[in-house]
């Protein structure tokens, strides 16, 4: 439907993306993704036709693009752009009744299956009860569905967004992706839509096309992005953020050190919580001995925890073990988050022990009210801002005990 | 939903504003230093008059003046429409394109060199007409060559914007060199005026009006989609150049002809737009444009009527009493926020 045959796109002498083969189909939604100046626009204005490519050609249904009337493109083509637009009193539906320009007369007026039109493409677009309302009242996200109403409305059989989920907020992000999705299936029509949202465009596009440093390469599969570490790559997170490949969520890595640590014992999930707390208030942290796979595991690695990992399914080996101890014996507090045991992770029992027998002071987080295990005279939490708040506690003590430390050395 | 026309009342409007006109044409032939009973001022616009000094008066000076000044308002208040959309500014009015300016110069020209340089005689009307004629012109064609090949229509306002300033600039040592009676010429012609309008330039203006009137009507909606942006425009399948040569070509136009005329007058193409925009609560151009034409003729022909009689007999240049009343009138609508 839209493809082009080793094109290149740039502005003027400028080449910004060389040897772009793509191949649209219809009902396809595809997402372009890469990162800030990477060329994402640059390749949506050639081949909407804004933009002439520097060398080769875009053809659609077969057909050489720049040799069709401006006419033939628009009834193919629908664009939603970046830009914001003032269109002064304007209402909703009005603005959809522009896109209907090509069909109209020369006075722009109606028909009745203009009209029509106009309003499936309200409906279809969830924007038909804001056809009377003035644009320019309205919020980012219905401004967004009014436009892309205003794209259908030339009837196309493609539409190009270039990051039409840029202004909106976390919510407003989803629907708009979610809405594009439906549309490319309900339609058949094929959707291609620039975004810097990379973890909702694995999630939902039918394929990616990945544009960084000049390179454009197509991922018919998005996942297969994720499988080839591809994202860090492509964002140059510089350890300040982490890719999740189990979450598909970049994760912040919060780096302030410090020198209070704590050693968690966790696992099936009992510590993510509290990894995330840790990681954020910014506490060095171990965590061990987890299996890898777990999910407390894929938590802890994101958030750039220090972890003693066994082979999943195995028992804790004696490696892991003595690893575990012996930075338990460098550790200022132990947090236990109730994790169930079971025969694969028992020894963990034994670290609490050995935990207890070092005299580190211990809390207990558990959600549920009941705790099996409590040595001696420590704190049982059962709730996370409770756990903030002793270890807080714990934290200012040492640290106000080092000082006093200090203090007498001197 | 019912057609736009008829959604934002401007048929409404159009109702209302339309019959003024006659009733202006009315009072301006009636009123003046000379008054003539409305009876008989109906009856000369009859063709009934006779050959009395009442009747020579209304048929070879006040009704060309107030025709003049009708058909001058509607077509600044076109040329300001569709340059305010064009260059996406609210500001925008028919002389950000350089047109007075230069038509200022040729005139300069004529009135302070035309003697020396032997350009017939520089106190004849028809030697100004012909020079600020020529003026026009020229920067008219220089705009229009320009849009078609500069690509913002910023780019295009800061070169409209940059001529005015050359022209003036070389208007003014014109004047500092001449002597005080070209001088008062030339001044009294850039203070704009209907006061010698004559018939063969109002059939002129009129033909000019329909025609700009007609073509406008075809800009509508072009220029309704280049609200959005031009981008967008272009992404609709529409000729970006072709719409910027004619925007530019039927604002140039539109202006040349009533600065030929009337000298410049300014506030009408500004204020006209505003309030048409205002009264019909819509940005479509098909409803503003024709309804700027309306009010922009109505304003015009009200404020030449109140430039000549309010201090009778001295003529008051027109732009003095535009502004006087325009000034408020533009920021009261601004502040209500419903005319941008």
Redesign the interface.
Known sequence: MLSTSRITVGYGHKVVLKDVSLDIKPGEFIGVVGPNASGKSTLL?TL???LKPLCGVVYIDGRDMSRM???????R???V?T?R??????SS???VA??R??Y?D?????TARD?VIIEDSLRATGALSL??RRFSELSDGEKQRVMIARALA?EPSILILDEPTTHLDAKGRVEIMLLLRKLSRNKKIAIIASTHDVELAIRLCDKLIVCNEGIVKVYDVPEQLVEEGGVEELYGFNGELTFCKETLVAEPVVKDGGDFRVFVIAGGGSGLLVYRLLSRLGYFFVTGVLHKGDIDYTVARSVGARIIAEEPFREISEESFSEALRELQEANLLVYTSPPIGRLNQRNLELLSAGHALGLPIIYYARDNHIDIHLGENKIVHSISLLKDVLEEHRKKSLEKKGLSILKTE | ?A??FFRHGSIVWTAILLPIIPLIVLLSISIGSVSVPLEKSIAVLMGLGGQDVSTIIINAIRLPRVLAALAGGAALGISGAILQVFF?NPIADPYVIGVSSGSALFIAFAVFMGTSLGIGNPFSPYTLYLAGFIGALMVSLFMIFASGFVRGVTTLLIIGVAISYLASALTSILQAISDIERLHVFIFWVMGSFSGAKWVFVNFLIIALIAGLVFS??L??PL??F???E??A??????IRVVKVGTIALASFLTSVVTVVAGPVGFIGLVAPHIS?YLS????N?VVLPLSAIVGSIITAIADLAARTLMMPRDLPITAITAIFGAPLVIILLLKG?A?
């Open positions: 204005k909407a036709r804004l009337t401006g006419q033939e493109v628009a009834r083509i629908g664009v752009l830009e637009i003032q269109p002064g009193l304007l539906f009005e603005i522009i896109g320009y090509q109209t020369p006075f722009g007026r109606l009209r056809s009377d030339q | 939903m057609n736009n996406r009507l075809l509508a909606k309704n989609a609200m959005l942006s981008n967008y272009q992404s609709m399948g529409i000729n925009r609560s819509s940005s479509d098909r419903g941008t």
